[in-house]
């Protein structure tokens, strides 16, 4: 077991080439993965995708298994939401093979897009165009996150007692107008915890795609932390930090 162990924190912690090459093929995985739940989610269920649904499922609960038995603090990891989102995965994954009619379980394995924030801090570290856009790579992705883990908790709630909302489609599309203010009223949400939820989507998705907004419309700059007063974002031709006055020596990639 101790064995075992080190193989594994030396795969999922290590800094050597072996260990580079099996964090892109989880980066891979995990795209893979997010990418198949949410086409899935919206498509009938058929023999192909239950049969996925196994061996996703199984890789998940492999690579959920892993991180738990290199923790040096195991009860930590489910202090957090992204572990959460993994037994839930697991479960609406696995569930075919035990349960029939779980369709519902099937919408909450979005949560599993909460993973996207982990595969940011990888790209953060290996990627210079993700270092040069990462400001609108994670408002686009927060408002992404929210738009689909919003459309699995408002089919989960109203799906079976509100007639409206039939499928995930419904769901994407009620969360989708109401996030826009459109509001068309085709499709609505009753009583006091539907109306709790229109607020929460509306408030929420405005402030997440007003924000997505702003980074991309507003000003180029670059990252660079100045060393006297901690301002992070300066022009990228700038000589000197425009709070403090002192010199920058902002690295670039050259000219012609």
Known sequence: MTALKARLRLLYEGDTAVAH??????????????????????????PWIVVLDV????????????????????????????????????ASFLAPMFIQGVGFLRILRTLRLLRTYQLLD??????EMFQRNEEAILAATNLVVFVFVMTG????????????????IDALYFTVTSLTTTGYGDITLPGPSGRLISVFVMICGVT??????????????VRHSCQACGLQ????????????GILLNIPDEGGD
């Open 21 to 46: 090459r099996f964090h892109y093929v989880l980066l891979v995985f995990d795209i893979a993965t997010i990418a198949f739940v949410i086409v899935t989610s919206f498509l009938p269920l058929s």
């Open 55 to 90: 061996v996703l499922g199984l890789a998940v609960l492999a690579d959920f298994t892993a991180r738990l038995v290199i923790s040096r603090s195991p009860g930590r990891e489910f202090l957090r939401l992204s572990t959460w989102a993994d037994v839930v995965a697991v």
């Open 122 to 127: 990888r790209l953060r570290r290996d990627s």
């Open 153 to 168: 908790v408002v089919y989960v709630t109203q799906s079976g007692s509100n007639p409206a909302i039939g499928s995930p």
């Open 208 to 221: 997440l795609f007003f924000r997505l907004a702003q980074v991309v419309f507003r000003p180029y700059k």
């Open 233 to 244: 974002r300066h022009e990228p031709d700038a000589v000197h930090c425009k709070a403090c």
